[in-house]
């Protein structure tokens, strides 16, 4: 069973610095296009960012550009994201997902999710 | 970015009953609509891609129909797991889009 098992996750003030990653299981980790999607607590979701199978793209939502960047170690089957210059509205669980590709892509499977908290 | 928004935001149904959720693109989007369920304090679940296709291991009681702007998620005979909310989600066009969601309640 495809397993996503997020960790990272922190109280930091703002303008600090996290990083999140995202154990994967049992999938051909390399082969597939890998996600991080938000959601404030009680609100709506959010996609933050995506790379492809082969690490050579990645893609980022306007809000986060320039702050958050998406990686992978396929080595170690992970997925990472570094959020820097952290802001009160970047609050929110962060999930890790799955693409069915890395174009026109849904999300087929998800992890549990991260909390990140943005707090003076 | 295109634009989703469900109707209604929120939803009161009894066990057994048949409810429908719509969901509208701000443009077309041809068949590239993802329905997801989410319970309190769990991740999303996908049910449904490309508009009608159900996901693996996911109940026939839950269809998707639509195309271009307009697309509707049924469920039929209600369960009370079925008491979750519902997402929407494009992926015609980067980046993907979700609707609001679409919260449905026991009545």
């Known amino acids: 069973e495809v397993q996503l098992l997020e960790s990272g996750g922190d109280l930091v003030l703002p303008g600090g610095s996290l990083r999140l990653s995202c154990a994967a299981s049992?999938?051909?980790?390399?082969?597939?296009?890998m996600a991080w999607v938000r959601q404030v607590p009680g609100k709506g979701l959010e996609w933050v960012s995506s790379?492809?199978?082969?690490?050579?793209?990645?893609w980022y939502a306007d809000s986060v550009k320039g702050r958050f960047s998406i990686s992978r170690d396929d080595s170690k089957n992970t997925l990472y994201l570094q959020i820097d210059i952290l802001r009160i509205e970047d609050t929110a669980l962060y999930y890790c997902?799955?693409?069915?590709?890395?174009?026109?892509?849904?999300?087929?499977?998800w992890g549990r999710g991260t909390l990140v908290t943005v707090s003076s | 970015d295109i634009q989703m928004t469900q109707s209604p935001s929120a939803l009161s149904a009894s066990v057994g009953d048949r409810v429908t959720i719509t969901c509208r693109a701000s443009?077309?989007?041809?068949?590239?609509l993802a329905w997801y369920q989410q319970k309190p304090g769990k991740a999303p679940n996908l049910l449904i891609y490309?508009?009608?296709s159900l996901q693996n291991g996911v109940s026939l009681r839950f269809s998707g129909s639509g195309s271009g702007t307009e697309f509707t998620l049924t469920i039929i005979s209600l369960h009370p797991d079925d008491f979750a909310t519902y997402y929407c989600?494009?992926?015609?066009?980067?980046?993907?889009?979700f609707g609001q969601g679409t919260k449905l309640e026991i009545k």
């Open positions: 049992a999938f051909t980790f390399r082969t597939y296009a």
């Open positions: 443009q077309s989007i041809s068949s590239w």
């Open positions: 790379i492809s199978g082969d690490g050579a793209n990645t």
């Open positions: 989600q494009q992926y015609s066009t980067h980046p993907a889009t």
């Open positions: 490309k508009a009608s």
């Open positions: 997902a799955k693409q069915n590709s890395s174009s026109m892509y849904y999300f087929d499977y």
